[in-house]
């Protein structure tokens, strides 16, 4: 099926540095949406965005629709130590979902 | 607020054994998928269903079976267990607005870990 293009692959931080992931796609969605999953536990929804150039947040995580509708990006402020784990992003559109293949996030403390 | 439960949490078969996973969602969602999560694929999707006794096939719809007969429970039985099946299984279902309309969210269980030997 489809994949997104999700970028970086993983990635090794300082406590207290900003992150920054992206998904790329081909087709346009019209949702976009940001997971989180911790080792042996199901993926758990972060953020999700509906519009078109939408830039939302949830406490250190800001998220942002592209306005071409084919791109998202995550930002997360000020690491912690619990913010380790994989983050991937999701397409949606009628019913379908589309998922990039992760960011592996390495917190030092 | 249970949400979406899946079990078992864990479980280990033998080849040739049939094993059914089991999906409970408590808010009454009308699209529920399967999905199975393997190292250098991600997320692929098995089947999913649209509302009580309405399924599709996804992706990797081989060797497995599913039902829906209500709406809160979508079972995932493999047949004949291979030693190709040995993965992470999720359920999910997409969440619901108003008039019922779906969101785009998309809730998962926590997993099913199945091993083949």
């Known amino acids: 099926g489809q994949q997104l293009n999700q970028s970086p692959q993983s990635m090794f931080i300082q406590e207290g540095e900003d992150v920054s992931m992206n998904c790329t796609s081909s087709?346009?969605?019209?949702?976009w949406l940001w997971y989180k999953q911790d080792p042996g536990e199901g993926p758990v929804l972060l953020i999700a965005l509906y519009k078109a150039g939408e830039l939302t947040s949830n406490g250190r995580l800001t998220a942002q629709f592209g306005i071409t509708r084919k791109d998202s990006f995550l930002n997360i402020s000020a690491s912690i130590p619990s913010d380790v784990g994989i983050y991937f992003c999701a397409g949606y559109n009628f019913n379908k979902f589309y998922f990039g293949s992760g960011t592996k996030l390495n917190v030092k403390p | 607020d249970a949400g979406i439960t899946q079990s078992p949490r864990y479980k280990i078969t033998e080849t040739g054994r049939q094993v059914t996973l089991m999906c409970h969602q408590t808010?009454?969602?009308?699209?529920m998928f399967w999905y199975r999560q393997d190292l250098g694929h991600g997320l692929r999707l098995i089947y999913y269903s649209a509302a009580a006794d309405i399924t599709d096939k996804g992706e990797v719809p081989d060797g497995y079976v599913v039902s829906r007969s209500k709406t809160e429970n979508f079972p995932l039985t493999l047949e004949s267990a291979t030693r190709s099946q040995t993965s992470v299984y999720f359920c999910?279902?997409?969440?619901?607005?108003?008039?019922?309309?779906?969101?785009?969210?998309?809730?998962f269980g926590e997993g099913s870990r199945l091993t083949v030997l």
């Open positions: 999910a279902s997409i969440g619901q607005g108003l008039r019922a309309v779906n969101t785009g969210e998309l809730f």
């Open positions: 808010w009454s969602h009308s699209y």
């Open positions: 087709s346009i969605f019209n949702t």
